[in-house]
Structures are given as structure tokens and as C-alpha cells.
């Protein structure tokens, strides 16, 4: 078994009454993500949160192998898909919450309850404002026309956030058109997809290419290291009139495993989660849009500029990603 898997990654302390009650959180969110969030909710309620992180995959695989056994109160990972797929596999349970009913929009959350977005992240265009004139960029749809031979880059298919997107422009367009817009995509790269979305930035901006599509953390995190690269934000599809209306957005988000044995304490963390303070450490750590619309986005992240989102429920991400991933490979994206 793996070292990560092996061991609790981190126990927190009880400020408070060594008899408080606790909550076990297995993670696919890194450990500087999460932890800062914990110490707080301790403190602020007395109850211990233990954590073990990993990849999604093996969490899974865990959950399933321990069934009515597993300590794990609460399943914590980036992206829809991941999430539905727990919730297909019969891994959380639903839970009713008027807080969290109230604190997440209705596509932000899984229909059936058993799971909630708790941040937002936005797959947009970044794109090297020295070489894309003004008006150039309009949709996602767009980068399919021949204007952009040679001028475009990709992240590989491999990663589950362009799984993600595909699923969402299937559910959008149905299978036949997405597949002609994949083709486009892959008809126009100016190269080899890439490992990730840092790296696909970093060539628009040597100019080996003009534009990319990324989740805007990684635009964050690369102009915080590198200011003066030339990139910039564009928010596609904006101002239709259609069901292909506005950024497509994932999010990360939590769910009450179906054997928890700490149900209601596990819901109340998920509550304080989508909370202002908590929604504020959560999405500012890692330059993410909190779920919850009352609350502003760290300044940073304000300041690349307001958007309208598309609103397909982000589980549709997983319901079609099996779909996204074979029309992927029909298209020879890589």
C-alpha cells in the first residue's frame, strides 16, 4: 500500500475538549490546501478533522475496498467528473441542508444531493495579446476555423479537465458537431499537446503559438512567478443567446461518504465550507472563484474581470466524460 495511503497525513489538534467529536476527510486536494482550512474549523468549532490525501483513483479504490469499514467521513477532489464517478460507484450518501441549498448554485451541485462544489474554476482561453489582435477571439467554437491554423496549443487529452470540457460541449452540441470542433482543434495545433497547462502558456507566450485553453489557476500561479510573460485572460462565449451562453466551469467539492460514521459532523464541515470565511481560505489559497456567489474573489483574481458562466450542471462532466474521452481519440486529439 502506498506511503500516502498508509497513514493519516496530518492529525489536528483539539483546541478545545479532548471528547469533541471528530470528522476523517480523505483528500485529493494537496495537504497546504486543506490544512489551513482544518486548523480553522478546529479552532473555531472544537471538532478534530483527521486527512488523508492522494489521488482520486486510489481514494476511490479505497473507499471501495473498506466499504462499511472505512474511518473516511468525507470524499474531497478537483473536478466534476471525479465526483460523479464516486457518486455512480455508490460511494457517498445524499444529505439534505438548507445551508448548503442555500450557499450553492443549483449547477455547481449534484442533483441527487450526494455532493457539493465548494470552488469554482473557470476553463477559458489565455492567449498572447502581441500576436491576437483585438476582436480575434470570440468562442471555444471558434478555434475550430481555419484563422487559427497553426496558432493554437492544447493540454493533452489524458487530463480530466479537458474530459471535462468535451463532456460539457457533447452535452451542448451533441456527439456529431462536438467531433467536427475537436477535428478543427487538433487540425490547427501548432504542435504536440502538452503535459499541462503551464507549459502550454509558456509556449504562447515564446511564441510558438497564439492561444491555449487552461484553467485559470495555472494563469495565476504562472504570472505571480513571471509577471511580465505576455498573456492575458479572454472570457469566450459571452453574450449568447443560446445554451452555449457563457465559461465553462468545473469545480472542486465534497460529499459524505455512504458508510460515514460521523454523518452529521461531516455535513456541518461541509456547511462551514461553503461559508464566507471558509469559502474564502478555500478558493483564495489556490486562486480559485469561491462556489458560493456572495462572496467576492481574492483581488487577484478579481482583477481579471467578471463573466458570465455557462450554467449546465457540472455533473454532466461525468455523465458524458466516457463519451468525451473515445470521440477525443476518434479525433486524433492526443
Known amino acids: 500500500m502506498r506511503k500516502s495511503l498508509a497513514a493519516v497525513v496530518a492529525v ?5 475538549s ?25 479552532k473555531e468549532t472544537g471538532v478534530e478533522v483527521k486527512f488523508v490525501t492522494d489521488k482520486e483513483g486510489p481514494l476511490m479504490a479505497r473507499l471501495k475496498a473498506e466499504g462499511k469499514n472505512t474511518p473516511a467521513d468525507v470524499f474531497l477532489t478537483v473536478d466534476a467528473g471525479n465526483l460523479w464517478q464516486a457518486s455512480a460507484e455508490g460511494l457517498l450518501r445524499p444529505i439534505d441542508s ?16 450526494e455532493w457539493f462544489g465548494l470552488s469554482v474554476r473557470a476553463r477559458t482561453l489565455v492567449y498572447n495579446p502581441t500576436k491576437v489582435a483585438p476582436g480575434e477571439l470570440t468562442t471555444y467554437e471558434d478555434l475550430a476555423t481555419p484563422k487559427w491554423k497553426n496558432r493554437l496549443c492544447l493540454r493533452t487529452s489524458k487530463k480530466v479537465y479537458n474530459q471535462s470540457l468535451v463532456a460539457m460541449l457533447i452535452w451542448e452540441h451533441g456527439e456529431e458537431q462536438t467531433e467536427k470542433l475537436v477535428r478543427g482543434w487538433v487540425a490547427n495545433l501548432a504542435t504536440e499537446p502538452f503535459p499541462d ?8 507566450a515564446a511564441g510558438l503559438c497564439d492561444v491555449t485553453l487552461v484553467n ?3 494563469f495565476g500561479r504562472l504570472m505571480a512567478k ?3 510573460l505576455p498573456l492575458a485572460i479572454f472570457w469566450p462565449n459571452q453574450n449568447l443567446k443560446n445554451k452555449a451562453a457563457g465559461v465553462h466551469v468545473n469545480v472542486s467539492g465534497a460529499g459524505v461518504t455512504k458508510y460515514a460514521k460521523h454523518p452529521n459532523e461531516a455535513r456541518q464541515l461541509l456547511e462551514w465550507l461553503s461559508s464566507e470565511k471558509a469559502q474564502n481560505l478555500y478558493a ?16 487577484v483574481v478579481s482583477d481579471w474581470g467578471k463573466f458570465q458562466q455557462n450554467l449546465i450542471n457540472v455533473a454532466e462532466a461525468g455523465k458524458l466524460q466516457a463519451k468525451a474521452v473515445m470521440l477525443m481519440d476518434r479525433a486524433g486529439y492526443k
Open 12 to 16: 489536528i489538534s483539539v483546541a478545545t
Open 18 to 42: 479532548v471528547s469533541a467529536a471528530e470528522v476523517v476527510v480523505y483528500s485529493a486536494r494537496n495537504e497546504q490546501l486543506i490544512k489551513p482550512l482544518f486548523e480553522a474549523y478546529t
Open 98 to 113: 438548507k445551508v448548503l441549498a442555500a450557499n450553492i448554485p443549483a449547477h455547481l451541485k449534484d442533483p441527487g444531493k
Open 197 to 204: 497547462d503551464t507549459k502550454a502558456m509558456e509556449a504562447v
Open 216 to 218: 485559470t489557476y495555472y
Open 226 to 228: 513571471k509577471p511580465n
Open 284 to 299: 483564495d489559497v489556490n486562486l480559485e472563484y469561491p462556489a458560493n456567489p456572495a462572496i467576492k474573489s481574492v483581488a
